[in-house]
């Protein structure tokens, strides 16, 4: 799973590698049209039209979808929850709270989040192998307090799912050798059934290929390791140039391993912080 600062980005962006800006006059006409479909999403659940409500909601996926390449560019292209481009099947943008209905970890549905259909700040970049998995999956711990159109307060739902946006969250998976997902140590009892339940319904272990990948990774990594390792040692029984030279080419490797472009970076990542080498951790800041 990516941090991804999307609080802090805008389409408007012109750092953002991969992507056109859009001009101000363009973000202003989609947050307008944005405004306006919810106007109308209002209106039909106020008259209890929820099937047309759900309809209109349909009708106007071109206008979430005309986001998706700069939700994608802020991840350099990579699913935001899998960390993979291609293995995780094609892109989604995927709603984080469900426009239509939620559904609790029992099966049980609630009226889903429709108020935030159209607001990009519930988009989220997704390979369809999980948004598929999740569809309506949003369950809440007992007691939550639960978000409406007329009482807003997203921000105190004790949720499941794991957000990409929210670094804390983020900060709770880690992975295993075998190339698993795993909730990080020492996490509490809550916080572990919140990455049970996530990577339970985004596939993210379940699906073979990106699990196979994963353990790539980390063997990849600590062949990396056992290298240097081995060349550090040759460089500390005296003047090695090839060993030194080695040293260079094996940090430059993992650099490129740990980089947030780079494919499962987190999963590489964890790996060098497991080993502990006081050296190699500083290439992970």
Known sequence: MIWIDLENRLPTDTDI????????????????????????????DNAG??????????????HWGALKEWLLALSAKKCW???VRELYSHYDVEHFRPKKEAKALDGSQRDGYWWLAFDYMNFRACGNVGNRKKGGWFPLKDNSHCSSYDAPCEESEARYLLDPIDDDDV????????????????SSEWEQ???????????????????EARR???QR????????????????????????????????????????????????RWCLILRNDARLLKLVG
């Open 171 to 186: 900060s709770l998976i880690a992975f295993d050798e075998e190339g698993k997902v795993i909730p990080m140590p020492d």
């Open 81 to 83: 929850f899998s960390e």
């Open 17 to 44: 590698p991969g992507w056109e800006p859009w001009t101000q006059e363009q973000w202003q006409a989609w947050q307008a049209k944005s405004e306006q479909l919810v106007a109308e999403l209002a209106a039909l």
């Open 221 to 268: 990594v600590d062949r990396l390791i056992e290298d240097y390792q081995l060349a550090k040692q040759r460089c500390g029984s005296g003047n090695n140039p090839a060993a030194k030279e080695r040293l260079i080419q094996i940090r430059n490797r993992i650099r490129e391993l740990i980089s947030p472009t780079a494919e499962l970076s987190s999963v590489a």
């Open 216 to 218: 790539k990774v980390w």
């Open 49 to 62: 039209k929820r099937e047309e409500r759900n309809v209109l909601i349909d009708q106007h996926s071109a």
């Open 193 to 211: 059934e919140r990455v049970i339940e996530t990577v339970k319904r985004l596939k993210l272990n379940e699906h073979a290929p990106l699990t």
